[in-house]
């Protein structure tokens, strides 16, 4: 399962779990601050969190209206342990998206 992520909600995220100001500029950071916020939030008290195996960072831009005006987005893909249902990976996803939505746009 794969999400999009704005950048600005991921650093506010870093700044209030790890208490960091990061600087995101490519999958590497995005990648660093996802497990950074993984391992010091509470989405690690999750039940499904020790069937995470990985998430996939991918950076990617949309254009509002010209190439300078954009905003930076992170597609994120979830990959679980086998057997996991769909209902358990939502569930998960869906409580990471709500720990996430709480940040607004700085």
């Known amino acids: 399962m794969k999400i999009r992520l ?4 991921i650093i506010q995220a870093v700044k209030k779990s790890a208490g ?21 939030s509470e989405l690690r008290d999750n039940p499904f969190f020790p069937k995470l195996k990985e998430v996939r960072v991918t950076l990617t831009r949309e254009y509002k209206t010209s ?3 954009y905003r930076t ?21 869906e409580a ?3 720990y996430f939505d709480s940040f607004s746009k700085s």
Request: glycine letters at 6%.
């Open 6 to 9: 704005e950048k600005e909600k």
């Open 20 to 40: 960091i100001e990061l600087v995101l500029q490519d999958e590497a950071d995005g990648k660093e601050a996802i497990e950074l916020v993984l391992g010091k």
């Open 67 to 69: 190439a300078v005006d």
């Open 73 to 93: 987005l992170f597609l994120l893909e979830f990959v679980f342990e086998e057997g996991i249902s769909l209902e358990e990976r939502s569930s998960f996803i």
């Open 96 to 98: 990471f998206q709500s």
